[in-house]
């Protein structure tokens, strides 16, 4: 399981002394191996000793409430009546809940969308705004600034910036291509669509100075060679550029789609789900249930199945990098 | 990975730009470029600073936005301190101030034992910090509010105190994870000679490994910052009154205000925002070098 | 090498097994909370506003009198998320003041200490009215009386004149009013006026909550109570149907009703009167106040709404003095709830004719209005309360009804063409289920 067994198993009694190559640890006796590691990292509790306070919280702040989370999901939660083991009506009640499969639907919607939108435009930015040149890293630090930002500031912005008369902000854009003033967050035909717009400006930059620094360590060559060849942007880009940074792509994506899932704030802020549950995500469903209806339990069932398909997609992606390469 | 951190490294050699784009010498290409450019820092950071200038204007209209302040004044201030500003400005700062010492320090020792230690376990260490990454807040929400009112083992009351809200970031598995990675590349040879020199562990620890790392602190440092600022969820969690608000959380309370202007909440989502700029402006270097080698495992 | 899904197995057991340990073992945490000496009461109100003020006095006060240190805290902004999250961390706060409607939501799900109201110091001399709005479906006290009101109509008596209107002592003459109003240019600047203003979002049921004295004058009920503690649906009655199709012809056959009424809410309906937007406005006596500066206390004059075909009924509300369930503290929980409906408690918090008083009408009968304030329109909300209050009904949870109801009646104004009948049976239909839900439908 650890290296010293392996070790161990593999040890065959040699002269100790000259230092071996790399290559050659393992030939070494298992002893003089652990004397030279206890000198070397001290008694065995010393790294457990380090650990000890990282591990300690995440006991009491990550582990014990998942674990609670899958109690409490088998459970009619009352604090102060007292809890009742209910088996798997939590779940059923959940699945089985309008409100939660439109919660799950828009959820995916937000989460593609915003996922794709992100990456769609942070790749163009990266391409207009690649460089060395002092006035690129300028401009590509201010178009930086929205992924520091903190989440309630931007919500703020676009609140305002999103004013339904036709004096907002974004109706006075969209009326300089003669569209009519649009309710946006306020309209349940256009509020999920809304909050996806301030995910992607929140998500490009992010995007962009990633693939800026896969973006250098294309080779030149081929992008010479293609030109060479007569290729067009379109073509270098679709045959040289996306080839070379589907690495980068793929980790881009995977992480946006997990975090895509369990988004809270900006939906909890910009709408709270509203109007009229156009824009309910799962999050800021479970948040209702729990802190506004008092369905515990339930809210515990959404918590636990939130959690699975995190696991689920985490290990789907791993697998798929994993025989990818 | 190894191609993202490769980039780092040989990034200024050959054309400036991967497609030519940008640095064309024609006049009217630069020309389009620079409107280009324009319009990016126009739709990205204008936003962003007509907050700015919307805490110093003197203009009430709750649907204009403007870049440059209309009518400066800076009675937004006054009376946003009046509605206890700056008591949501002293929460968050203490907040971030502790969490991010203490959530420094845990991963420095974390990752010294996973990066240095060879040891029966340490891949179960490391997956439990690991696994950690799959347990965000949001996901917790529910049971962690209860946790916070009474912690398993110890049982404290956290709720509605600025502990509760620094504790549970404390430690964080990305934090620890790049700080692993970064330890890494510490050369065993110096800590030996160093125990050779017959310096103890955490002499070793602090003036040998410690000191080469200082790249690493700036990464988590201000990634740390970043985290904890902007914090939302576990702030909402555990305050129940506005004595204990963040400014994140105030700014919807003001919002939701009637007597509350938008000059008021212009002024706390200022506040909110500059630390945060600052920050990233100062590390920049650390910001990007973070993002080029933790955003793949984050 | 052990599997990774092995182990994440493993460390799932391990985490619910520790889970239920602490779940186990934390309960007697809070019992040896440190402040729990101090009395931690919150009441719904804007934290900085006048109410916040007056109710920190009255802390101050409790505490001079009494010994027992308060913390006192006003929250209104998500007050019931709030409560609902404190609730779920076991953790409530020791006395909450908040409005008789919450009451059964509250004590549905075990949050509030049972009152027994012989052992409460001074509760004979508390309204008996007001007692009924501290009484759950079954029939037991779970809070304390605090505070009471009623709503009256504001008027522009300036536009009255201007249209040479007496003041209206029928509905037809009320009607007749602010037909005036809206054709009339009361203002004499040709600008469109309504005749009343209503708050008819469905948010937080407004439209049912503002117009549920006119409900009930126009003959409708919500239910038919059995006694037992048992309930029918009764919106479906003719009587609640004509009541209905009286509220909505405010907006459809009069036009009345200001346009786009079914999307505004208090503010904007506040707005519109204080604005000249409005000749009428039916609300509580809270806007006293701000109604003597805007549109100013020369133009306006406050009257009872005539009766309507049931007579006249006016929306009763209060807040309740509410003992929160866990508390390590009941013997000070009793003291507040005393002091809070002594002579001394009630004139304190009423805070004489200052803005934001936390007592509108006191319940103590031993206090007389104009001893403590000058302003004699508050005898006429007093007498209203007296006369014609009615609080809403005592059912498990009064909340998805006045939801429902709000829907409905929402539907009714903005959709002319809609058949109030078909409409009302309809929720008539989604009353007995929730009624049903909520455990008392009646056989």
Same mark, same amino acid.
């Given at each position: 399981m650890t290296e010293t067994t392996l070790t161990a198993r593999a040890g065959t009694p040699e002269a100790p002394g000259a230092p071996g190559a790399p290559g050659s640890v393992g030939r070494r006796t298992s002893r003089a191996r652990w004397m030279r590691r206890a000198r070397r990292h001290g008694p065995v509790w010393v790294p457990w000793l380090f650990l000890a306070p990282a591990l300690i919280l995440f006991l009491l702040f990550k582990f014990i409430p998942m674990g609670q989370a899958l109690v409490m999901s088998f459970q009619d939660v009352q604090p102060f009546l007292g809890n009742q083991w209910v088996g798997t009506a939590n779940y059923e009640t959940l699945v089985g809940s309008p409100d939660f499969q439109s919660a799950v639907w828009h959820t995916s919607i937000l989460a593609v969308g915003q996922t794709a939108g992100s990456m769609f435009l942070g790749f163009t930015l990266a391409l207009l705004l690649e460089g060395q040149a002092k006035r690129l890293w300028f401009v590509r630090s201010a178009a930086f600034l929205p992924v520091v930002a903190p989440m309630a500031v931007i919500a703020e912005v676009w609140r305002i910036m999103y004013h339904p008369t036709s004096d907002g902000l974004a109706n006075q854009i969209i009326g300089w291509v003669t569209l009519d003033p649009s309710q946006w967050i306020n309209s349940p035909d256009t509020s999920l669509w809304s909050v996806m717009i301030v995910g992607i400006w929140r998500g490009a930059p992010y995007d962009m100075i990633i693939i800026v620094a896969g973006l250098v360590s294309v080779d030149r060559s081929l992008y010479e060679a293609a030109a060479l060849d007569g290729a067009g942007i379109l073509q270098r880009i679709r045959y040289v550029t996306i080839p070379a940074l589907r690495p980068v792509i793929v980790i881009l994506l995977t992480l946006a789609a997990i975090r895509g899932m369990r988004v809270f704030t900006e939906v909890y802020l910009l709408t709270n789900g509203g109007p009229n549950g156009s824009s309910e995500v799962v999050m800021t469903l479970i948040y209702k249930l729990g802190f506004e209806r008092g369905d515990l339990g339930v809210a515990a069932a959404g918590s636990v199945v939130l959690f699975v398909a995190t696991v689920l997609l985490t290990l789907l992606v791993q697998f798929a990098r994993r025989r990818d390469r | 990975m190894s191609r993202v951190r490769r980039a780092g490294v040989n990034g200024g050699d050959g054309l400036d730009s991967a497609l030519g784009l940008g640095t064309s010498s024609r006049p009217w290409i630069r020309a389009l470029n620079y409107a280009v450019w324009a319009i990016i820092i126009v739709v990205f950071a204008g936003p962003l600073v007509a907050v700015v200038a919307g805490a110093f204007s003197g203009s009430r209209d709750p649907s204009q936005l403007s870049i440059i302040p209309a009518d400066p004044s800076l009675a937004s201030f006054s009376a946003a301190f009046d509605r206890g500003v700056l008591r949501y400005l002293a929460n968050s700062l203490i907040v971030v101030g502790f969490g991010l010492v203490f959530q420094m320090i845990v991963s420095v020792f974390a990752a010294h034992a996973l990066a240095r230690k060879r040891f029966r376990g340490s891949a179960i260490a490391m997956l439990l910090v690991l696994s950690t990454m799959m347990l965000p807040e949001e996901i917790l929400a529910i049971p962690l509010s209860q946790v916070l009112a009474d912690v398993p083992f110890l049982g404290f009351n956290l709720i509605n105190t600025l502990p509760g809200m620094i504790v549970p970031i404390v430690a964080w598995g990305f934090s620890i994870l790049v700080m692993t990675e970064f330890m890494k590349e510490v050369p065993a040879e110096l800590e030996e000679a160093a125990k050779i020199d017959g310096a103890g562990e955490i002499r070793t620890f602090l003036f040998v490994v410690l000191p080469t790392c200082t790249p690493a602190l700036g990464v988590i440092g201000v990634f740390g910052f970043n985290m904890i600022w902007d914090q939302y969820l576990l702030p909402l969690l555990v305050a129940s009154d506005s004595s204990m608000f963040t400014l994140p959380l105030a700014l919807r309370t003001l919002r939701a205000d009637p007597e509350v202007g938008l000059g008021v909440v212009l002024v706390a989502a200022t506040l909110a925002l500059l630390p945060a700029v600052i920050a990233f402006l100062c590390f920049q270097r650390s910001f990007m070098r973070g993002l080029s080698s933790g955003a793949v495992k984050g | 090498?052990?599997?990774?899904?092995?182990?994440?197995?493993?460390?799932?057991?391990?985490?619910?097994?520790?889970?239920?340990?602490?779940?186990?073992?934390?309960?007697?945490?809070?019992?040896?909370?440190?402040?729990?000496?101090?009395?931690?009461?919150?009441?719904?109100?804007?934290?900085? *506003?006048?109410?916040?003020?007056?109710?920190?006095?009255?802390?101050?006060?409790?505490?001079?009198?009494?010994?027992?240190?308060?913390?006192?805290?006003?929250?209104?902004?998500?007050?019931?998320?709030?409560?609902?999250?404190?609730?779920?961390?076991?953790?409530?706060?020791?006395?909450?003041?908040?409005?008789?409607?919450?009451?059964?939501?509250?004590?549905?799900?075990?949050?509030?200490?049972?009152?027994?109201?012989?052992?409460?110091?001074?509760?004979?001399?508390?309204?008996?009215?007001?007692?009924?709005?501290?009484?759950?479906?079954? #029939?037991?006290?779970?809070?304390?009386?605090?505070?009471?009101?009623?709503?009256? +109509?504001?008027?522009?008596?300036?536009?009255?004149?201007?249209?040479?209107?007496?003041?209206?002592?029928?509905?037809?003459? +009320?009607?007749?009013?602010?037909?005036?109003?809206?054709?009339?240019?009361?203002?004499?600047?040709?600008?469109?006026?309504?005749?009343?203003?209503?708050?008819?979002?469905?948010?937080?049921?407004?439209?049912?909550?503002?117009? *549920?004295?006119?409900?009930? *004058?126009?003959?409708?009920?919500?239910?038919?109570?059995?006694?037992?503690?048992?309930?029918?649906?009764?919106?479906?009655?003719?009587?609640?149907?004509?009541?209905?199709?009286?509220?909505?012809? +405010?907006?459809?056959?009069?036009?009345?009703?200001?346009? #786009?009424?079914?999307?505004?809410?208090?503010?904007?309906?506040?707005?519109?009167?204080?604005?000249?937007?409005?000749? *009428?406005?039916?609300?509580?006596?809270?806007?006293?106040?701000?109604?003597?500066?805007?549109? #100013?206390?020369?133009?306006?004059?406050?009257?009872?709404?005539?009766?309507?075909?049931?007579?006249?009924?006016?929306?009763?509300?209060?807040?309740?003095?509410?003992?929160?369930? #866990?508390?390590?503290?009941?013997?000070?929980?009793?003291?507040?709830?005393?002091?809070?409906?002594?002579?001394?408690?009630?004139?304190?918090?009423?805070?004489?004719?200052?803005?934001?008083?936390?007592?509108?009408?006191?319940?103590?009968?031993?206090?007389?209005?104009?001893?403590?304030?000058?302003?004699?329109r508050w005898q006429l909300f007093q007498d209203l309360y007296d006369e014609n209050g009615r609080y809403v009904p005592v059912v498990p949870n009064w909340a998805p009804f006045l939801q429902a109801s709000a829907e409905t009646l929402n539907a009714l104004i903005s959709d002319c063409s809609l058949d109030a009948e078909t409409a009302m049976e309809q929720l008539d239909e989604e009353f007995t289920s929730e009624l049903d839900a909520q455990g008392v439908l009646a056989e």
């Open positions: - | - | 090498m052990m599997k990774t899904s092995e182990l994440m197995a493993a460390i799932a057991v391990a985490a619910v097994t520790l889970a239920a340990c602490s779940e186990g073992g934390g309960d007697s945490a809070e019992q040896n909370d440190p402040d729990s000496q101090t009395l931690e009461i919150w009441q719904r109100k804007a934290p900085g *506003s006048p109410s916040d003020m007056i109710g920190q006095d009255m802390a101050d006060a409790f505490t001079e009198a009494t010994g027992v240190e308060v913390e006192f805290t006003s929250v209104l902004e998500d007050f019931e998320t709030k409560l609902q999250q404190r609730a779920a961390q076991g953790d409530l706060p020791d006395v909450v003041i908040n409005d008789t409607a919450q009451l059964g939501n509250m004590q549905s799900q075990g949050l509030l200490r049972q009152i027994d109201p012989a052992a409460i110091e001074g509760s004979d001399r508390v309204a008996e009215r007001a007692w009924d709005a501290a009484k759950a479906v079954d #029939g037991e006290y779970y809070g304390v009386p605090f505070t009471a009101h009623t709503v009256a +109509l504001f008027n522009r008596a300036d536009w009255r004149e201007n249209v040479g209107a007496d003041i209206p002592t029928t509905w037809d003459e +009320l009607i007749e009013l602010w037909k005036a109003y809206v054709d009339g240019d009361p203002t004499g600047t040709g600008a469109d006026v309504a005749g009343i203003a209503v708050p008819g979002t469905t948010k937080r049921g407004y439209i049912s909550w503002n117009t *549920s004295t006119f409900y009930w *004058s126009g003959g409708g009920e919500y239910f038919t109570e059995h006694g037992d503690g048992t309930f029918s649906s009764a919106v479906a009655t003719p009587g609640s149907i004509e009541a209905a199709e009286w509220i909505r012809n +405010l907006a459809c056959e009069h036009d009345v009703m200001q346009p #786009g009424a079914g999307s505004q809410d208090t503010t904007n309906t506040k707005e519109l009167f204080q604005t000249d937007g409005a000749g *009428s406005y039916l609300v509580a006596p809270y806007e006293l106040a701000s109604f003597d500066i805007d549109p #100013g206390a020369d133009v306006v004059e406050v009257f009872a709404p005539p009766p309507g075909p049931a007579g006249l009924t006016t929306l009763a509300e209060g807040n309740n003095v509410y003992l929160m369930a #866990g508390s390590a503290n009941e013997d000070a929980q009793d003291t507040f709830a005393e002091w809070a409906i002594s002579v001394e408690g009630q004139t304190v918090a009423m805070a004489g004719d200052e803005e934001g008083g936390l007592v509108r009408i006191p319940v103590n009968q031993d206090i007389v209005m104009s001893d403590v304030r000058e302003d004699d």
